[in-house]
Nanobody
Framework: QVQLVESGGGLVQAGDSLRLSCAAS????????MGWFRQAQGKEREFVAG????????NYANSVKGRFTISRDNAKNTVFLQMNSLKPEDTAVYYC?????????????????WGQGTQVTVSS
């Protein structure tokens, strides 16, 4: 198994940027596709972005396409989510997740390991 710890959340104003990080430990990080999901209060968890094992393929939810960028550094066992032009509707707890042998798709059932989440709050 791989253990995941997110960081970088906080309170920002609309239009600001944040960079989330997810540090992985345990098994070989490069064997895992990685994803970012979010859950707003009272809503279901939703896919935000995913990246394959090499970092050469990325997927995004339509709601964040053009504003968010997922990346990874396999040498540092870390995946990032750069969030620009933040909106109040981006407010949520953000989770990173790991999918052994996967490709970074949007199906949360494909991800075996999850972090504890980091809160992102965007004020208007």
């Amino acid at each position: 198994q791989v253990q995941l710890v997110e960081s970088g959340g906080g309170l920002v104003q609309a239009g600001d940027s944040l960079r989330l990080s997810c540090a992985a430990s345990g098994r070989t990080f490069s064997n895992y596709a990685m994803g970012w999901f979010r859950q707003a209060q009272g809503k279901e968890r939703e896919f935000v972005a995913g990246i394959n094992r090499s970092g050469g393929s990325r997927n995004y939810a339509n709601s964040v396409k053009g504003r968010f960028t997922i990346s990874r550094d396999n040498a540092k066992n870390t995946v990032f989510l750069q969030m620009n032009s933040l909106k109040p509707e981006d407010t949520a707890v953000y989770y990173c997740a790991a999918d052994l042998g996967g490709y970074g798709g949007s199906d949360n059932n494909a991800y075996e390991q999850w972090g504890q989440g980091t809160q992102v709050t965007v004020s208007s």
